[in-house]
């Protein structure tokens, strides 16, 4: 069904934020580790794609990209977060959730998981645009990330990426606004994955592109550009989550579209990021858009979703914290293929017997202390000011010394500094080495912590720190899985 | 005002096993061993012990929990027998539970027991253990090399210390100790070393590399205590007498507080600073004319230099450059080898530290024998720089 133009939405669409993970490997790595068996692959080996790390899921992805889109702003004025993926670590549990308090979000926001599709990304921005329960002066946040796992020698390991976006909604402060859209549920089965399978299973790559997205997009986009009166050239930015940018032109063009007008689908550096990719593309579109711009907006799977978007005079001040040319920019190459293998859970390795350690969690403990490990809350004392983590019932400043006077405090947006640090081969780690240390927070505050992401840069006392959320261990046999809060260096 | 221990409490037999890697032997075989020699040692027959304590910490992996197997290895006689648990200083433990019971005249003669089995959880390294049901939910994957390695970071910092400096002075711990430890013949690890090889050794936790690590081993050491007077009767001579017996523990500062820095254990100091208290010594490097210290890793021992006293603030890379800290040095540390090359079995470290310090005080320490000691000081130190239990006794004769 098509948008009713006479009513459309005063929600829009007022701030973003990304997130790539930073290892990147060269798809001729992996094309060429699988050259002995599947020499055709070398023949779309182009450019680099992301891969989250071992400690990165789509809940951590979608941390990083919401954090990004909500920087600075107050958490109290957060009233709803959406998290859309089709690689959800837990199927029952909400990861929404999760999400939300690592954000610093209050309980009262409304949480919700959407999944099923890689059209789950717009489909969660649309129905968030549509929410008339939005109130004044509150904002809701759309995030989509997805870390899908693909078969080694598959064509997916090359067209696959990681990777998170955000959206922020809002009645005021909006950089762009929805002008009209379009949406068509069609059970067109290209590729599906079944409960409990790890990868998908994919049909003909030539029919999923010319039947699913050249034949169906055009109908789809001119009924939208009919139902808000506007020609195909009025749109200066089309957005066509497709795994090229050969492909996302042959949809636009077929629609009408000028090709060169066609986002830059950022298959080198990232890759094809699933469910999060039309978002990902959409906040790529926003940070270079002048006022007046319109932007359309296509999401595929199991139908479409085509939304079209015109830019505000609000987009010449906004100043986004985590823009999509920054997270790709920030990259780092890394070609080791093994290491690729080990961190997509294609390959087990011997990790010896201290990774033998049962990580059983009590979950009563983790209920207890989630303020602490998933808000990274520590307690300030109200007596005495001295900040301290955990947050105990007694002031450890042995001159105070005070008893329930904890006030919570938030260490997780504070810079830090490294006090004493360590890179260890004998304990295990799924990335060796364990590096890990003592950091201290400007305003007080200090954590025994794991430092990731510090390849690229030079630990030492003193350094400067910023806190990230990410998974803390696995717990296999149990199928479970641990986060908490990790520095990187900077 | 407190009096103190001070020669309230003598020990007049002390017995330790052979340490290192015992595959054969069972806790309880290194418990009867140790047992036998402090027995003979102290010329006293079991019935007339009257209280017993257990210090171990990885119970899990070797007798199982509470003083029974103690007891039961002993056969001790329905005795009241207690198992402490603080770390690696639960040795140290054992023996202020015994201490304090002679002192308190709750019992004449009790005996402190400490024994480890690591070589039974099938790798090197101590094993993995949880920290507790909410510390496993944020603490990093670490070891113990890696905790204790930051201690080098923030000293090198802090004192703007060449990280080679700091490096070959950490190579010297080592090579002294495995020079002392050579002449050891119930050692654990008895070659002696070169810096070269330090310096070259694979990397554990940056900067600590292979030599840098004590040795993990299998042993048990035990101590018999009594009072002065009893000891005389006996016809001790001299009488060995506890000096000072310090415990401090962390009360979370150092984990969430900034007022410490990170280059030194401040139980240390504080344990210390009531042990000279205890025992009233005024100067302890020229009072003290050896010390066993807990050198879990090199460099744990060159900041107890200065945790002790025994150098001064940032002055510890040079001193224990200049050998004074040497088998012919000024306070000569790690006599028998130390957790280094004596080896390190858990709940025994601390009673080993005695067990040297009393062999030399009653001047039966044969090749590794030091002229004329009169009073000497163990450092025993259980968990972390940022967390942990230090120990600090001081021993010696009954002047």
Redesign the interface.
């Known amino acids: 069904m098509t948008s009713d133009t006479t009513i459309l939405p005063s929600v829009g669409i007022t701030g973003y934020g990304a997130w790539i993970p930073r290892r990147r490997i060269g798809r001729k790595t992996i094309a060429g580790a699988h050259a002995w068996f599947n020499a055709a692959l070398m023949g779309g080996a182009r450019g680099r794609r992301a891969q989250a790390s071992w400690d990165e899921d789509s809940i951590t992805m979608a941390v990083a990209a919401a954090r990004g889109a909500l920087a600075g702003s107050d958490p109290a004025r957060v009233s709803s977060l959406w998290l859309a993926s089709t690689t959800l670590p837990f199927l029952d549990r909400q990861n929404a959730t999760l999400v939300a308090e690592a954000c610093g979000l209050l309980p009262a926001v409304r949480t919700l998981d959407l999944t099923g599709s890689l059209r789950a990304g717009t489909g969660a921005l649309l129905s968030g645009l549509l929410d008339a329960g939005l109130p004044e002066g509150r904002t809701a946040i759309h995030v989509a990330a997805d870390t899908r796992r693909a078969k080694p020698a598959s064509p997916d390991e090359l067209a696959f990426g990681h990777g998170a976006a955000a959206i922020t909604l809002g009645r005021e402060g909006i950089i762009a606004r929805l002008l009209g859209w379009c949406s068509e549920s069609d059970d067109l089965v290209d590729h599906y994955r079944a409960a409990g399978q790890e990868h998908d299973y994919r049909w003909e790559e030539r029919w999923a592109r010319d039947e699913g997205m050249v034949r169906r997009a055009p109908s789809i986009v001119r009924a939208l550009l009919d139902d808000v009166g506007m020609a195909p050239s009025g749109i200066a930015r089309v957005i066509v989550p497709a795994a090229t940018a050969g492909d996302a032109q042959r949809v636009a063009k077929v629609c009408g579209l000028a090709p060169e007008r066609v986002t830059d689908p950022l298959a080198d550096g990232c890759g094809q990021t699933g469910a999060a990719h039309p978002l990902l593309l959409l906040a790529r579109s926003l940070e270079d858009a002048a006022p007046g711009e319109r932007i359309l907006l296509l999401g595929f799977g199991q139908g479409c979703d085509a939304l079209l978007f015109e830019t505000t005079e609000a987009i010449r001040e906004y100043r986004p914290a985590a823009p999509v040319s920054a997270a790709l920019a920030s990259g780092w190459d890394d070609d080791n293929y093994m290491r690729f293998l080990a961190f997509e859970g294609t390959i087990a390795l011997e990790a010896?017997?201290?990774a033998?350690?049962?990580?059983k969690?009590?979950h009563s403990?983790?209920y207890r202390?989630h303020a602490?490990?998933t808000g990274l809350q520590a307690g300030r004392c109200s007596v005495c000011g001295?900040v301290?983590?955990?947050p105990?019932r007694v002031c450890?400043?042995?001159d105070c010394g005070a008893i329930d006077r904890m006030e919570p405090y938030r260490l997780a947006d504070r810079t830090a500094r490294v006090?004493?640090?360590?890179?260890?081969?004998?304990?295990?780690?799924p990335d060796p080495?364990?590096r890990?240390?003592?950091v201290?927070f400007d305003g007080?505050?200090?954590l025994?912590?794991?430092f990731t992401e510090w390849e690229r840069a030079e630990l030492?006392?003193?350094a400067a720190a910023r806190l990230v959320f990410r998974i803390?261990?696995y717990d296999r046999t149990r199928g479970f899985r641990?986060y908490?809060?990790k520095a990187v260096p900077a | 005002m407190a009096s103190g221990i001070k020669d309230k409490v003598a020990i007049i037999g002390m017995g330790c096993s052979r340490f290192g890697e015992r595959w054969g032997d069972s806790a309880e075989d290194l418990m009867v061993e140790a047992f036998t020699e402090a027995l003979a040692d102290a010329g006293i027959a079991t019935a007339d012990i009257g209280a017993a304590w257990l210090g171990t910490s990885y119970e899990e992996i070797g007798v199982g929990k509470s003083a029974i197997p103690l007891a039961a290895a002993l056969r001790l006689p329905n005795l009241p027998v207690t198992r402490v648990e603080n770390l690696c200083a639960s040795g140290s433990e054992a023996v202020r539970g015994a201490a304090y019971a002679v002192a308190a005249g709750a019992c004449d003669i009790a005996l402190a027991m400490g024994v480890e089995k690591l070589k039974d959880?099938?790798?090197g390294?101590l094993p993995?253990?949880?920290r507790g049901?909410?510390n496993?939910?944020?603490?990093?994957?670490?070891?113990a090399?890696?905790?204790f390695?930051?201690?080098?970071?923030?000293y090198?910092?802090k004192h703007g210390t060449d990280p080679r400096d700091l490096k070959r002075a950490m190579a010297h711990v080592s090579v002294k100790s495995h020079r002392n430890g050579a002449l050891n013949e119930k050692a654990h690890l008895r070659r002696a070393i070169t810096e070269e090889q330090v310096l070259n050794a694979p990397?554990?936790?940056?900067p600590l590399g292979v030599f840098d690590c004590c040795g993990v081993s299998d042993g048990a050491a035990c101590a018999i205590v009594t009072t002065p007077e009893i000891a005389a009767r006996l016809g001790k001579s001299p009488i060995v007498t506890i000096k000072a017996m310090q415990i401090a523990a962390s009360?979370?500062?150092e984990?969430?507080?900034?007022r410490w820095?990170?280059t030194s254990v401040a139980n240390t100091r504080i344990a210390a600073a009531r042990a000279f208290d205890e025992a009233s010594v005024r100067d302890p490097a020229r009072e003290i004319g050896a010390i066993e210290v807990h050198d879990c890793f090199s460099i744990t021992e060159l900041v107890t230099m200065e945790d002790l006293g025994f150098s001064k603030e940032g002055r510890a890379v040079q001193d224990i450059l200049d050998g004074r800290y040497d088998h012919d040095g000024a306070v000569p540390c790690q006599i028998d080898g130390g957790l280094k090359c004596f080896g390190h079995p858990i709940g025994a470290s601390g009673i080993r530290m005695l067990y040297e310090l009393y062999l030399q005080i009653n001047g039966r320490a044969g090749k590794r024998q030091l002229p004329d000691l009169r009073l000497g000081l163990t450092h025993n130190l259980g968990g972390a720089p940022?967390s942990n239990v230090a120990s600090v006794n001081i021993i010696g004769r009954l002047e």
């Open positions: 010896g017997i201290r033998e350690a049962d990580l969690t009590a403990v983790a202390s602490a490990v001295t301290q983590f955990p105990d450890v400043n042995r006090v004493s640090f360590t890179s260890d081969v004998l304990a295990y780690h080495p364990s890990y240390g003592m201290e007080g505050g200090r025994l912590v794991e030492a006392v003193g803390k261990d641990r908490f809060w | 959880t099938g790798y390294g993995v253990r949880t049901s909410f496993d939910l944020w603490m990093p994957s670490m070891s090399p890696g905790l390695a930051q201690l080098a970071s923030a090198a910092a990397t554990v936790a940056e009360d979370g500062s984990m969430s507080h900034t820095d990170g940022m």
